[in-house]
């Protein structure tokens, strides 16, 4: 579980890929004595484990899904990436839930300043535009923002100098692939409002349910 505050900005060292699956492994300014095998680490919002580190690096498996969902398998050698590590219980929760269970990839259609911040619209699949709500929390390439406004089949988001800086994002232009990760908690909800959408035949939530159920 990951907060969407980016930590540090790494430099992917090399990518193998193998079939359908692949290796990374990313050089970044996290102490390495504080790194421990099997740990999470979100690069570019994809919760991915470690499996080697030192000299400065570590190194994670890529899986298929991963790949196939995600913009890690267009980075190249000397690619830059956000990097968090993952949530401590007695950490401040400064930004919102994030999985690091990427939903889909996103198209920046547009980048225009607004007054002290960038402003950028993102188009998005439209399986993944009901989940975005204006003043709602969402993952772009691991970044936690709130969202703007929401259209059809796209939304927006301001940028502040500070954000801007410290990730990726400076460098994202329009015509760009960036990850999405929409709220957790609005996907839950539909489930249980909608159980039938997920192959349950009963159990939705309503107001006849709740009624049969005490709570009316």
Known sequence: MFTGLIED???LRRFQQHGDSGRITV???FPMQEIVMGESIAVNGVCLTVVAFGGGTFTADVSPESLSRTNLGQLKTGSRVNLERALRLSDRLG???VS???DAQGLVVDRRPDQNAVRFTIEVPESQIRYLVEKGSV???GISLTVNS???RSF???IIPHSLAKTTLQWCEPGAKVNIETDILGKYVERLLHPAA???KDGAISLDFLAKNGFM
């Open 139 to 141: 993952a772009i390439d």
């Open 9 to 11: 900005l790494g430099t």
């Open 27 to 29: 050089a970044t300014a």
């Open 150 to 152: 929401v259209s059809e």
């Open 156 to 158: 927006s988001v301001s």
């Open 95 to 97: 930004g919102h839930i």
């Open 198 to 200: 997920s192959g349950k």
């Open 100 to 102: 690091g269970h990427v």
